[in-house]
């Protein structure tokens, strides 16, 4: 028997405000549309829901009935963690990567795209910009695993900054890509076929949670739109192929758009990658006294982060407990799992826009590395000692933006 969503899971998914044409009762215009949300954004996000708020039930179903404490858990810790992960993302650990930008795609055959906007460029920062100590780890710690869960890039010393170069709406088409994914490294065959999210599977929890992902950067697609409509007043049709920052959040994460569990599978990943974020926390602690993370600021805030309630609510748990119960059963072909989000990581060199490329790279290491945290290689654990700074960084960057990414879902439904 399915579950139904709480109330401000119900807020994420869109359920309210419906109308009979689209679903959805958007402004008049976006200009009205991000006047509006500028209005009701802060109360919206940063007051705290009550209990009674977390628990209403409505007509939105929950596939999977065990993640609806974790949803729970999530939606009311987030007015008070998700403005922690703004305050880490400034700190140079968490900020700058060695990312390479001239790859070419393996792939896909592509004639070559040029973004028509200069969003979509990035440049490397000053070279006295970056830490030795952040240069030193890159280098000592690269490495190359056969079998191993991400094949990050080598380090070079080109180091990009998400700070200088935030997630955007540049008005490039990804669905060449996202199609790729879904229709050639996600897993289809045998029950999967009928149920690819929820099949009694660690190939459906794989599929779920590349979903997830998929979600956030459609979130953070629509956030850019609306921040571009607040800054420019509208968005040029021939520059950005969308312009409705209501149309496409309905058709990307909406109950009745093409993937009506995108909102679910979005939280399913972040009770991933906080679950990662728990079983690294010890190391992330050791790095903070040892000054590998920052100064004294940097450092309490992490541990703000790290200390809070949800890091220990065993809801949070019940993401990697599904994928770990699905692969203890089939220990011998988690092989494919790894190889999976080794190709996730490197279809990304098929994005033909810098910075999506630059952010996409940093979310599919941060999730293959809570994959590896959750399975390792024979279902029961990844070694938090192999895990590497950039994995780490990138871990609980990850895990800033799928928070980021929920909350747009409430700034949407707020309005």
Same mark, same amino acid.
């Given at each position: 028997?399915?579950?139904?969503?709480?109330?401000?899971?119900?807020?994420?998914?869109?359920?309210?405000?419906?109308?009979?044409?689209?679903?959805?009762?958007?402004?008049?215009?976006?200009?009205?549309?991000?006047?509006?949300?500028?209005?009701?954004?802060?109360?919206?996000?940063?007051?705290?829901?009550?209990?009674?708020?977390?628990?209403?039930?409505?007509?939105?179903?929950?596939?999977?009935?065990?993640?609806?404490?974790?949803?729970?858990?999530?939606?009311?810790?987030?007015?008070?963690?998700?403005?922690?992960?703004?305050?880490?993302?400034?700190?140079?650990?968490?900020?700058?990567?060695?990312?390479?930008?001239?790859?070419?795609?393996?792939?896909?055959?592509?004639?070559?795209?040029?973004?028509?906007?200069?969003?979509?460029?990035?440049?490397?920062?000053?070279? =006295? &910009?970056?830490?030795? #100590?952040?240069?030193?780890? /890159? @280098?000592?710690?690269?490495?190359?695993? *056969?079998?191993?869960?991400?094949?990050?890039?080598?380090?070079?010393?080109?180091?990009?900054?998400?700070?200088?170069?935030?997630?955007?709406?540049?008005?490039?088409?990804?669905?060449?890509?996202?199609?790729?994914?879904?229709?050639?490294?996600?897993?289809?065959?045998?029950?999967?076929?009928? =149920? &690819?999210?929820?099949? #009694?599977?660690?190939?459906? /929890? @794989?599929?779920?949670?590349?979903?997830? *992902?998929?979600?956030?950067?459609?979130?953070?697609?629509?956030?850019?739109?609306?921040?571009?409509?607040?800054?420019?007043?509208?968005?040029?049709?021939?520059?950005?192929?969308?312009?409705?920052?209501?149309?496409?959040?309905?058709?990307?994460?909406?109950?009745?758009?093409?993937?009506?569990?995108?909102?679910?599978?979005?939280?399913?990943?972040?009770?991933?990658?906080?679950?990662?974020?728990?079983?690294?926390?010890?190391?992330?602690?050791?790095?903070?006294?040892?000054?590998?993370?920052?100064?004294?600021?940097?450092?309490?805030?992490?541990?703000?982060?790290?200390?809070?309630?949800?890091?220990?609510?065993?809801?949070?748990?019940?993401?990697?407990?599904?994928?770990?119960?699905?692969?203890?059963?089939?220990?011998?072909?988690?092989?494919?799992?790894?190889?999976?989000?080794?190709?996730?990581?490197?279809?990304?060199?098929?994005?033909?826009?810098?910075?999506?490329?630059?952010?996409?790279?940093?979310?599919?290491?941060?999730?293959?590395?809570?994959?590896?945290?959750?399975?390792?290689?024979?279902?029961?654990?990844?070694?938090?000692?192999?895990?590497?700074?950039?994995?780490?960084?990138?871990?609980?960057?990850?895990?800033?933006?799928?928070?980021?990414?929920?909350?747009?879902?409430?700034?949407?439904?707020?309005?």
């Amino acid at each position: 028997m399915m579950r139904l969503l709480s109330l401000t899971a119900l807020l994420a998914v869109g359920v309210l405000h419906l109308t009979p044409v689209n679903g959805f009762a958007p402004p008049s215009s976006a200009s009205a549309f991000a006047q509006s949300l500028v209005k009701s954004k802060s109360s919206a996000i940063h007051e705290r829901r009550s209990p009674s708020q977390l628990h209403m039930a409505t007509a939105a179903a929950l596939h999977d009935e065990s993640l609806a404490p974790g949803i729970g858990a999530i939606d009311a810790a987030l007015p008070n963690i998700s403005p922690l992960f703004s305050e880490l993302r400034s700190q140079p650990f968490f900020r700058l990567y060695s990312c390479d930008m001239l790859a070419s795609c393996e792939y896909i055959p592509q004639e070559l795209f040029e973004c028509y906007t200069e969003s979509c460029e990035i440049y490397p920062v000053d070279d =006295d &910009e970056v830490p030795m #100590d952040i240069k030193s780890s /890159d @280098f000592d710690q690269h490495e190359f695993e *056969l079998d191993g869960w991400a094949r990050w890039d080598m380090p070079s010393d080109d180091y990009y900054d998400t700070m200088q170069f935030p997630e955007d709406y540049t008005g490039y088409d990804g669905s060449e890509v996202w199609t790729f994914i879904h229709n050639r490294i996600g897993f289809h065959e045998g029950e999967l076929a009928k =149920d &690819e999210y929820d099949a #009694d599977s660690w190939k459906a /929890d @794989f599929n779920k949670a590349v979903s997830g *992902l998929h979600a956030m950067v459609s979130a953070q697609v629509v956030r850019g739109m609306i921040e571009k409509l607040q800054d420019e007043g509208g968005l040029d049709p021939e520059s950005y192929p969308w312009t409705d920052p209501s149309e496409e959040f309905n058709r990307r994460l909406g109950p009745n758009g093409e993937t009506p569990e995108a909102v679910e599978n979005m939280y399913f990943t972040m009770m991933l990658l906080l679950s990662g974020v728990k079983a690294a926390r010890e190391r992330l602690l050791q790095d903070c006294d040892s000054g590998a993370i920052g100064d004294a600021e940097a450092c309490n805030t992490l541990r703000s982060i790290l200390t809070h309630p949800l890091m220990d609510d065993p809801s949070i748990d019940a993401a990697s407990r599904r994928l770990k119960d699905h692969a203890v059963q089939d220990t011998n072909n988690l092989w494919e799992a790894r190889m999976r989000t080794r190709d996730l990581m490197r279809i990304m060199n098929c994005v033909q826009c810098n910075k999506c490329r630059f952010h996409g790279k940093i979310s599919t290491l941060g999730l293959s590395t809570a994959l590896q945290l959750a399975l390792g290689h024979r279902g029961t654990g990844g070694d938090i000692a192999k895990i590497h700074r950039v994995e780490l960084a990138a871990l609980v960057t990850t895990m800033g933006k799928f928070a980021s990414g929920i909350e747009l879902c409430y700034e949407m439904q707020s309005l």
